[in-house]
């Protein structure tokens, strides 16, 4: 389960924008997070495992919205873009060409963070 490291991350992440921010000063609502497809990551196992790790902390309070980013590759023989899917081997639907580029669905990253001054 890579959320419980994906977690870990995202914590030390938060730790080093709020010291900039004076972490004693803001309160966290909400992280906003854009997460791929192609990560694999469970996005509730995530919400939860995060929950589970900040329970008693400064982000304790804090909530973490999801937006899941689609998987999108393009053909490199006939030059579309298509959303590549598993059964068929992430194959081009239009020629049947091996997935060679991906444009997105890797990413995993905060978007944004809403916070408040106390």
Do not use: Q
């Not at 309070?61 to 998987?71: A, G, L, Q, W």
């Amino acid at each position: 389960m890579h959320e419980v490291d994906m977690t870990k991350c995202l914590i030390l992440s938060m730790e080093e924008w709020a010291e900039k921010k004076n972490k004693e000063k803001i309160v966290v609502e909400k992280i906003n997070l854009k997460i791929g497809e192609f990560t694999c990551v469970e996005p509730i196992s995530l919400i939860n495992t995060f929950n589970a790790a900040v329970l008693g902390s400064w982000l304790d309070s804090s909530e973490i919205t999801i937006e899941t980013i689609p998987f999108e590759g393009k053909c490199s023989r006939c030059n579309r873009l298509y959303f590549p899917k598993k059964d068929n081997g992430y194959k081009s639907p239009c020629c049947n060409f091996n997935l060679e580029e991906i444009i997105s669905g890797r990413e995993l990253k905060i978007a944004s963070i809403d916070f408040k001054e106390k």
